[in-house]
Nanobody, 127 residues
């Protein structure tokens, strides 16, 4: 049983920063890509960022490119999302997710590529 525990959300003013963490347990973390998705009230879930199992490939949604950075520490079974220059439109519940297949060369950017999800952490950016 894979468990993902998201943390690090909170309330921040526009222009501020937050770092989200996702601690994984239950399978070999280092062999799976990890992703972050978000869902704002009344909107569909959207892709934010993903990182390959080696950490060598990362992809970002256009809306966060240049502001957010995804990283992973395989020794700690943890993936991070550093969020800088936050905007009110970044307000959402953020979820980390674990890839459904190990050793995927090109990490997926849709929710169907992921089979385990964290409980979500709320990020609220005030204007």
């Amino acid at each position: 049983q894979v468990q993902l525990v998201d943390s690090g959300g909170g309330l921040v003013q526009a222009g501020g920063s937050l770092r989200l963490s996702c601690a994984a347990s239950g399978r070999t973390f280092s062999t799976y890509a990890m992703g972050w998705f978000r869902q704002a009230p009344g909107k569909e879930q959207e892709f934010v960022a993903t990182i390959s199992w080696t950490g060598g490939r990362t992809y970002y949604a256009d809306s966060v490119k240049g502001r957010f950075t995804i990283s992973r520490d395989n020794a700690k079974n943890t993936v991070y999302l550093q969020m800088n220059s936050l905007k009110p439109e970044d307000t959402a519940v953020y979820y980390c997710a674990a890839d459904s297949l190990p050793y995927r060369v090109d990490p997926g950017r849709t929710s169907r590529d992921y089979d385990y999800w964290g409980q979500g952490t709320q990020v609220t950016v005030s204007s």
